[in-house]
């Protein structure tokens, strides 16, 4: 686990600037390896290290083969790495223990190819010395973040953090408007844009090439054609063999020479992953609870008990007042890019990591893949029911939302309007879902935001193969690469690794995603008040009774943080987006609508506006001039 990056081009390059802005990421030491390219321009790879697989210097990055000349920097984990070197000609023909020899050796062996035989979590920058080229690659859900820009002088910069990029000297350039628009729609930045113009992400689930004796294109291809994969049929025992490979997934994701432990609720997710670890592998796990004041929920003696039932050691730790605020401060300064969530995730990194926990695993993902919000079985029925209403869809459209306005008031029936109307495409109006404010409410604290058009990425390369997926599966799908991936798994990064921590997520290994989104929909529906039916079948009676609690986790208490600790905060945040966007939002207004109302969803948009101008308070300043709107 690590930091890489890697730069092509003439200009004058400090590999020091990028290892010290992704020193966080690697702790345990750093590379740099450049060669210098037939037309006199340079290729650099820099690396920091978080030592987790093989702690010797025999594993260090970037690593060179010696026979063919190749260098790997790589950041991540291959879980299947152990039958993967058995392939290539077993533990004895290599120098090292770990998964970054056997990426190496395979990407030698085989090419680009190999990384469809890849399960894990992983960002690549790898020099084909042979064919004289770079090759890039992100795994298949976009677990681990790889950013890209073109440089000042034309070159290429890639890097695990925008901040290692803005750090490097070599990029310019303005905010990125369309991304802000966004952000204020979803919480999040929509892959692959980001805050600022010019800088990408490399899409999840696709390789890239550039030709380093014609660097001036960047070609891409997917290697996770999931759609077709999932024209495969279960396995007539599908239930059994569903069983099997999350417990195979289990067992490879805790691979690691350091302590290690489960982040560990009083819910379903969690409690089946603990349940999944064989019995003579858990003396050596650790689960972890966080709770304390200025929380929603304290599910540390639930968790306990579900800890207690499985004879694994357990951690409940209490954060009182003065070092939630604190660490909360850290956890905003921490953010590659800016979210409307992602703290909690911090705090709970940062107490683990206190407590010796290099390496956790956690059940992020197993709500989208599975359909637990239940949304996956809904809006296939809504999109149904408007396709089958034809022509007469527009009137039942404006007589349900006319309804639903004397019901639930104005921003309601406004939500309600933008998902019918997005009704037709089971991606669209499942990002309709994930809304966080109306177009009316952004007119209302920015009134810029009416220049700007409104952007949809679809969730796929193949729409048309995306497009005869069931509903639920389309949904599920929609999710993992929507939602999932750009807010639940980058924020699950940066939270993490500010803290030197490595972060695992077995629920969305690549052959368990496959293996859940091939199961029959009906085994994975909400059935009998059941939700999750494959995972909580899986459960012991001892735990089965904890789990069927309402759902619960580790929320923060935002109205609470925002009207008290917070305020001045808000204020200063909301100041920065006046002066740095044309922002017209009355921060004192809008905190007294929130004393009145207490209402949760309405704390969460504030503290995503409060994530918004922190983040450019912090970053904007020194990376961008003042942006400007379309027209001004």
């Not at 070599?170 to 905010?175: M, P, S």
Request: with cysteine; net charge neutral; proline share 5%.
């Amino acid at each position: 686990m690590c930091g890489i990056a890697g730069y092509i081009g003439r200009e004058a390059f400090q590999a020091e600037r990028l290892q010290g802005a992704l020193a966080h990421r690697g702790p345990d030491g750093h590379g740099h390896w450049s060669t210098r390219l037939r037309d006199g321009s340079q290729l650099h790879l820099v690396h920091t290290r978080l030592s987790i697989l093989d702690l010797s210097t025999a594993a260090a990055q970037p690593m060179r083969d010696p026979a063919s000349g190749d260098v790997l920097a790589f950041n991540g984990e291959i879980f299947n790495y152990r039958s993967l070197r058995r392939e290539l000609g077993g533990p004895e023909a290599f120098r090292s223990t770990g998964d970054t020899e056997v990426l190496l050796r395979g990407l030698v062996a085989r090419g680009p190819e190999f990384f469809a035989a890849l399960d894990g979590m992983f960002a690549v920058l790898w020099h084909d010395a042979a064919r004289r080229r770079l090759v890039i690659a992100r795994d298949p859900l976009g677990i681990k973040p790889l950013y890209y820009t073109r440089t000042r002088g034309g070159g290429w910069l890639f890097a695990s953090e925008i901040r290692a990029i803005l750090a490097s000297g070599l990029w310019e350039g303005d905010l990125h408007l369309p991304g802000v628009l966004d952000f204020l729609r979803f919480g999040s930045l929509q892959d692959p844009d980001t805050i600022f113009a010019g800088i990408h992400a490399f899409p999840a689930g696709h390789r890239g090439e550039i030709d380093l004796d014609d660097p001036t294109r960047l070609r891409t291809e997917s290697f996770w054609p999931i759609e077709k994969i999932l024209s495969q049929p279960a396995p007539r025992d599908a239930e059994a063999w569903h069983d099997a490979v999350w417990r195979e997934t289990v067992l490879e994701h805790l691979e690691s020479d350091v302590p290690t432990g489960v982040f560990l609720s009083a819910g379903l997710d969690s409690t089946a992953l603990l349940e999944a670890i064989p019995s003579e592998q858990r003396a050596r796990v650790t689960a972890f609870t966080l709770g304390g004041e200025l929380t929603t929920n304290d599910e540390t003696e639930l968790a306990a008990i579900t800890a207690a039932n499985l004879g694994v050691r357990h951690r409940g730790v209490r954060l009182g007042q003065a070092e939630v605020r604190e660490w909360l401060r850290d956890g905003l300064a921490a953010m590659d890019l800016p979210s409307a969530d992602g703290v909690n995730t911090y705090l709970v990194s940062r107490a683990s990591r206190a407590a010796d926990l290099t390496v956790v695993l956690s059940g992020t993902g197993a709500d989208e893949l599975h359909g637990a919000y239940g949304h996956a079985t809904t809006l296939p029925q809504l999109s149904r029911l408007v396709r089958l209403a034809g022509p007469m869809a527009g009137l039942l459209r404006r007589g349900t939302v006319r309804a639903y306005r004397s019901l639930r008031g104005e921003v309601a029936a406004e939500r309600l309007d933008l998902m019918l109307a997005e009704a037709a495409s089971a991606w669209r109006l499942t990002q309709e879902r994930r809304r966080f404010f109306t177009p009316t409410q952004i007119r209302g604290i920015w009134p810029g935001a009416q220049a700007l058009l409104q952007v949809w990425r679809a969730p796929t390369d193949d729409l048309a193969a995306f497009e005869r997926l069931d509903g639920f599966n389309a949904v599920s799908l929609a999710e993992l690469r929507g939602y999932t991936r750009d807010m639940l798994l980058r924020d699950a990064d940066w939270a993490t690794m500010a803290n030197h921590q490595e972060l695992r997520v077995p629920f969305l290994g690549r052959r368990y995603v496959e293996c859940a989104l091939r199961m029959p929909a009906d085994l994975r529906r909400t059935r009998e008040g059941v939700a999750k039916p494959l995972i909580a079948g899986s459960l012991s009676e001892a735990n089965r009774e904890l789990v069927r609690r309402p759902k619960t986790g580790f929320n923060l208490a935002r109205g609470q943080l925002l009207l008290g600790p917070f305020r001045e905060d808000f204020h200063a945040a909301v100041q920065t987006l006046r002066e740095r966007l044309g922002f017209t939002l009355d921060a004192g207004a809008a905190l007294r609508r929130l004393e009145a109302s207490r209402s949760a969803p309405e704390a969460f948009r504030l503290w995503a506006i409060l994530s918004l101008g922190f983040y450019l308070a912090k970053h904007a300043p020194a990376a961008a001039p003042a942006a400007k709107l379309p027209g001004s």
